[in-house]
C-alpha cells in the first residue's frame, strides 16, 4: 500500500559567487549573517487570532494561534539584505493527528501552494519545516494561509537565512543573430526584448562571468503566444549543456514564464548561447538570470532501522543517519508505504505511539533534504507490539436494524455496546469481511451494495486493545433490482492459477491472447483465452525496491502485425524506465530504453501503459514519495505521460514535454471510455482514492489537494472512496461503465459513467474480500467479460508465491 502524506520541497541555496558580464559591473555577493528571527506575535494575523503561552518550549513571549477556519492567515514583514533566493524556516507545533497545510504567499504572489505543516504528536512538540522563497531587497511581507478547514498550526516564529544574489542579464544588451530588439508586448524587463527571427539557427548570446569555476543556474524569462512549442539548444563556451530545451506556448506574448537549467561555468568570461532548433525560431527573450545551481542530489539511504522500548501501544524506531551535500533536514518515517511520523535531520529516532497492541508493524525510514530530495528507503524492520493487558471484550451491541433498502444501499442502527476501557469503533460485517467500520455514533447508511443481492450483517465493538465483542443479531435483506444500463458483474470463474504478483495485462491485436508481467521475477507470460500459459521471455535490467517497484506495466503496439513491437515500463537501477521491445509471437528480443529519467522509491511508481485511440503511448507514473513534484510540470513523476512509440514526446502536448496531466501520487489506472476519453484512477493519502477524468494540462492537486479541491486551478475527481475502501488499481471500461480493481479494500467496484457526461453514478462494489488483493481488470475483446488479476503474494497480501490467480467476470 502506498504511503499518504505530503512534505514540503525547497530549492538548495548554495554559494556560487557570479561576476556580471562586461567590465563595469560589480560581483554580487552571497549574504552570510546569521538567520534573522521574527517572533510570530509580533506579525500581523487574521481576526480572533491569540497570542498563547499555554504550551512550553515556545520561542519570544508566546506562539500564535489563529481560528481553526479555511483562509486564517499569519504575515510577517521580513528585511532582505538583496534580491534573490532566500532560505525561509518556520517552527510550529500541531498537536493534531492531521497536517495543516498553508499557502505560502511572498508580496501577495503564492509561491508555494499547500505547504505541509504535519502533525509533531503534541502541542510541546515543535519542529522546523524549511523552504526557499524569492525575495526583493529590502521589505518583504510572508504571509501563511491556511487551506483546510482546521487551521494553520501553532506558529512560533519564522527565521530568514541565507539570501543568494543573482545576477539579471538583459537580452536587448546581448549579441543577437537573426533577431531584434522589440518592446511591442508588455511585462518586459530592462529595456525590451529579443523577437527572434523565425528561422533555425537564430540565436541570442549572453557574456556571463563567475567568480569560480561551478555549477550555476540558468533562468531565461521568455514568453510564447504561439500554439507550438519553440524549443532552442543552450550552450555554455560553445558546448551544447542542454539540448532541445522546451519553450512551451504562455498563453500569449505579454505573458511571461520562465525555463532553467543547470550548467557548470568557468572561472571569469563565459559564453551562454540560446540557439533556436526549430523553423519558428526561439521564444521572444526578455533576459538571462544567473544564480545559485539547484541541489539535485538525494539524501543517501538511511541505515538499518532497529526497535526498542516496545510496548503494547508504542515503541522506539531508530535507525543509521544519512548523508548529503548540502544537509539531511528530515527522516520520514513510513509503514507499509503510509506516512506514520517524521523526525528534524538531526534526529536519528522517534517514539511512536497510539499503535495496536500484539500487531507487527513494517517500518522504513526515507531522508530528505532542503531541497525536497528524497533517499532511497532504508532497510525494513518488523517490529511488533506486546499483547494488551486488557483482555476484556465489549459487550454485545444492541439490535441490529436495516431500512430504507435500495438496490445500492441500506440504513443500520444498533444498541451501543460497553467496554471496561472504551468501545472505540464497530465494524458492519457479513461473515468476517468487513464492509464498514464507524467510529463514531450507532447508525450509518451502507453504500456501495450489489443490485439485486442478498445480505446477511452483523455488528460487533471493538476497543483499543482489538479486543472484538460477539456479533449482533442478524439483519437480512435483498438489494432491489438492479439497472439494466451497462450490465453487472453476474458470474467470476477462475481462469488461471500459480501466478506471483501479476501486474500489467495487455491484449494482442488479435483479441485471442493477452502479454501479462509479473512484478517481481521480471517474467512475461502468454495467456490464451482459455487460459493456457507460456513464458515469452524475461525483462533485462529490471530490479524490485521491496515494495511496489518492478516490472510493471506493459502494452502492445497496435501496428503489432508490422513492427511487432511491445512496450514495457520497468524499475531499473538509477530509476523507472519505460522500453520498448520485439516481440515475434514466441520470444522477446531487442530491449531498449525510450524514457528514462522517472525517480522511483519504494512505494509510489505508478506503471500503467495504455495505447490511446491517437495511437500515442500514455504512462503514469508516481512522484516517488517526494510530493512536490507532482506539482512540477518538468519533473517526469506524479504524472500521467504522453509519448510517440520511439520515444519522444508527442506533438500536441500541453506543455511541449512530455507531461500530459500533472498532480497526481500514484496513479495506477488507465482506460478510454466509447468517447476516447481517459479515465484514470489513483491512490489517495490518508482520506480519499481517486477516479479523474483526465484532460490535458489539468492538475489533479496532489499534494495541495486530496480528494474534492476548493483551490482555483485544481481539477476534482469524479468519484472518491475512503482508503480502507479501495486502494484502487487498474480499471477498464465495459459498456461504458468504469470497473476499478482494489486492493486494501478488496473488493471490484463498478462504476457507471452517465451517457458521454463528464459524471459518473452510484459506485457499487463485488466480490468484497472474497478473493484478496485485486490488482489488475482488462476488458476481454470480442466479449461482455473482464479478466481480474489479485496480489496477494506480496507482504500486504502475506500469500505464499504462486498463490495469485486470474479470474474471468462475466457483464450480463
Sequence with gaps: MSSRKPWPRRLATGTVALLCAGLIQAVPQTATAAPTRYEAESAAYTAGSTVDSNYAGYSGTGFVN??????????????????????????????????????????????????????????????????????????????????AAGGLANIDYAELESVTAATDYQAEDATIAQGTVATNHTGYTGSGFVDYTNVTGSSVEFTVGAASAGSASLALRYANGTTADRPMDISVNGTVVASGVSFPPTTNWDTWATKTVNANLTAGSNKIRATATTAGGGPNLDRLTVG???????????????????????????????????????????????????????????????????????????????????????????????????TTPPTTPGTLTAADVTANSVDLSWGAATDDRAVTAYDVRSGTTVYKTVTSGTSTTLTGLACDSPYALTVVARDAAGNVSQPSNTVNFTTKACATDGGVPSSIATLSTGWTIPWGTYWMPDGQSALITERDDFRVWKITKSGTRTQVGTVPNAVTTN?????????????????????????????????????????????????????????????????GPDGYLYVSTGEAQTPDLAQDKNSLNGKILRMTTDGKAAPGNPFGNYVYSYGHRNPQGLAFDRSGRLWEAEFGNSSKDELNLIKPGANYGWPTCEGNCSVLGMTNPKATWNVSEASPSGIAIVRNV???????????????????????????????????????????????????????????????????????????
Design 292 to 390: 545559485a545551481a539547484a541541489d539535485t542530489q538525494a539524501p543517501s539511504r538511511p541505515g538499518r532501522p532497529s526497535c526498542s522500548a516496545i510496548t503494547e501501544n508504542g515503541l522506539t524506531l531508530a535507525w543509521g543517519a544519512s548523508t548529503d551535500n548540502v544537509g539531511v533536514t528530515a527522516y520520514d518515517l513510513y509503514e507499509h508505504g503510509n506516512k506514520i511520523g517524521e523526525t528534524a535531520g538531526d534526529a536519528t529516532s522517534k517514539d511512536l505511539t497510539g499503535l495496536s497492541p500484539d500487531t507487527t508493524y513494517n517500518l522504513t525510514v526515507i531522508a530528505r533534504d532542503a531541497a525536497g530530495n528524497a533517499s532511497p528507503a532504508s532497510p525494513v524492520v518488523d517490529c511488533t507490539t506486546k499483547p494488551s493487558t486488557d
Design 547 to 611: 515494495g511496489e517497484g518492478g516490472l510493471l506495466g506493459v502494452a502492445v503496439d497496435p501496428k503489432w502485425d508490422t513492427d511487432h513491437y511491445v512496450y514495457f515500463m520497468h524499475t531499473a537501477s538509477e530509476g523507472n524506465r519505460v522500453v520498448r521491445m520485439t516481440y515475434n509471437g514466441t520470444a522477446l528480443t531487442d530491449y531498449k530504453v525510450l524514457l528514462q529519467g522517472i525517480k522511483k522509491n519504494r512505494y509510489h511508481n505508478g506503471g500503467r501503459l495504455a495505447f
Design 66 to 147: 489563529t481560528p481553526n477556519t479555511v483562509g486564517s492567515y499569519l504575515e510577517f514583514t521580513v528585511n532582505a539584505p538583496s534580491a534573490g533566493t532566500a532560505t525561509l524556516a518556520l517552527r510550529y507545533g500541531n498537536g493534531t493527528t492531521a497536517d495543516r497545510p498553508a499557502d505560502l504567499a511572498v508580496n501577495g504572489t503564492v509561491v508555494k501552494a499547500g505547504h505541509s505543516f504535519p502533525s509533531t504528536t503534541t502541542w510541546d512538540a515543535w519542529t522546523t519545516t524549511s523552504t526557499t522563497v524569492p525575495v526583493t531587497a529590502g521589505t518583504n511581507r510572508i504571509r501563511l494561509t491556511a487551506t
Design 738 to 812: 468504469v470497473y476499478m480493481a482494489s486492493l486494501r479494500g478488496e473488493r471490484l467496484w463498478r462504476i457507471p459513467i452517465n451517457g458521454d457526461n463528464e459524471s459518473v453514478g452510484t459506485p457499487t462494489a463485488y466480490y468484497v474480500g472474497t478473493y484478496g488483493r485485486l490488482r489488475t481488470v482488462t476488458k476481454v475483446p470480442g466479449a461482455d467479460q473482464l479478466w481480474l488479476s489479485t496480489t496477494n503474494c506480496d507482504n500486504n497480501g502475506g500469500a505464499a508465491d504462486g498463490s495469485d490467480k486470474i479470474f474471468r467476470v462475466t457483464i450480463s
